[in-house]
Each structure stands twice: as C-alpha cells, then as structure tokens.
C-alpha cells in the first residue's frame, strides 16, 4: 500500500541551529513530492515540491529538500532555523497516475530561544 | 487572489444534527479535495472532484456523509446525522489540473472545526 512515514512526531531545536526532518515513502514508482506546512489554527501551506530533474529543491522561506530515490526518502532542511519556523510539518506524496495525495503524521517542530 | 474560502470557521452542534459545510475553491482551479484532520488519523483525504465530478469518495466515512459540487465555485460536505467522532477540523483544499493530469499540489482553505457535542 503507498504510504508516507514521518518518524519523528516532535522535535525541538535551537533558534539559529540547523534542521532536518525526515520523510520516507512508500510507492511503486517514484511519486511526487512535497513537504506542507501548518501554523496553528491554520490550513497547510505548500513549502516545495518535487516532481522530477534536480534532486534538490528549494522552497520557500528559506527550506530546501533532497530527493535520494535509493532511500526512499525526501528530507526537509533549513540551514539556520526561525523562531517563526515553530509549526506542524507534513510531508506528503501523490501518485502520477492519480494525483491522489496521501500526507505523513506530521512532525511538530519547536524551537527554543 | 483569493484563497479557498470555508465557512463556517467554527461549528458546535449537538448529536443527531445535520451539519453543512462550504468551501469557494480558487477560482480557475478544476480540482476540490475535502480532508478531516484529527488527532489520532492526522489529514484523511475523504473525497475529491475534477472538473465538477467526484472521483474518489473511498475516503468518506459512512453514508451519513455526503459532498456536491454544484458548479466550479461551490461545494459542500454535508454530515447526517452528526455524531460526537465526527469532531474534527475540515479542509478544503482546490488544484489545477494540468492536461487532466492532477499533481498533488494543494491549495489549502482555514479549515472549519466541527465540535459534536
């Protein structure tokens, strides 16, 4: 079954430190790609997205994400972290055939002064 | 532009009652999605349309749920009767279709938070 798994539900950094949060997925061929981003009480709004070509993509705010088709895997990162950056990151996966999305669990992302 | 405008942001009802809600995808986007976020199943994607047509409502519940869209500016997920797990906040999110063929990329409205007491 396709699937997409987030493993780690919250992770805490420091203002200014960098970040990773990682995304594996589970498809027959390789999807499209795409990390969300959710403040709260807030719908989701898109980062980046792959597609295909460049296995990193940059997105907005400064994250960027790398594509590693041996690994399954779409990892966001962001050299420097903002305090503002503090949300629910989803990353999520669409087949090309339907384009049905099917989202992570999230990881909730807080960041320490 | 506006965005994918859901109404209401907030509802409470009681057990049994019909709910309605409304979603304004962006105008020109061919796509509408319907999501529930909850806590303990995160974003479930219930159904979604193209063109006006669903496609897939594999997602939704039960029959006590049911979804139209009248034309391309309009839609509405109705809950009959309500029950106290239908407690969730619902997304609306619209794309475009490039060639027919959908991508994924969504454009998400606020949310409406459904509280079924």
């Known amino acids: 079954a396709q699937s997409v798994t987030q493993p780690d539900i919250h992770i805490t950094v420091s203002e200014g430190a960098s970040l990773e949060l990682r995304c594996n997925y589970s498809?027959?061929?390789?999807?499209?790609l795409f990390w969300y981003v959710q403040s709260p009480g807030q719908g989701l709004q898109l980062l980046l997205k792959?597609?295909?070509?460049?296995?990193l993509v940059q997105g907005i705010k400064g994250f960027e994400a790398e594509f590693k088709r041996s690994q399954s895997s779409f990892n966001l990162r962001k050299p420097s972290v903002h305090w503002s950056d503090a949300a629910e990151y989803f990353c999520?996966?669409?087949?090309?055939?339907?384009?049905?999305?099917?989202f992570g669990q999230g990881t909730t992302l807080q960041v320490k002064p | 532009d506006a965005g994918v405008i859901q109404s209401p942001r907030h509802e409470v009802t009681e057990m049994g009652q019909e709910v309605t809600l409304r979603c304004k995808p962006i105008?020109?986007?061919?796509?509408l999605f319907w999501y529930r976020q909850t806590m303990m199943r995160g974003l479930e994607l219930l159904i979604y349309?193209?063109?006006?047509?669903?496609?897939?409502d594999s997602g939704m519940p039960e029959d006590r749920f049911s979804a139209k869209m009248p034309n391309a500016s309009f839609s509405t997920l109705k809950i009959q009767p309500s029950e106290p797990r239908d407690s969730a906040v619902y997304f609306c999110?619209?794309?475009?279709?490039?060639?027919?063929?959908?991508?994924?990329?969504?454009?998400f409205g606020e949310g409406s938070r459904l509280t079924v007491l």
């Open positions: 999520a996966a669409s087949s090309s055939n339907t384009g049905k999305l099917i």
């Open positions: 792959y597609f295909s070509g460049d296995t």
């Open positions: 105008s020109g986007h061919n796509s």
């Open positions: 498809y027959g061929a390789t999807p499209y």
């Open positions: 349309f193209n063109n006006n047509v669903p496609i897939d």
């Open positions: 999110a619209s794309s475009l279709a490039r060639g027919g063929a959908l991508t994924g990329e969504l454009f």
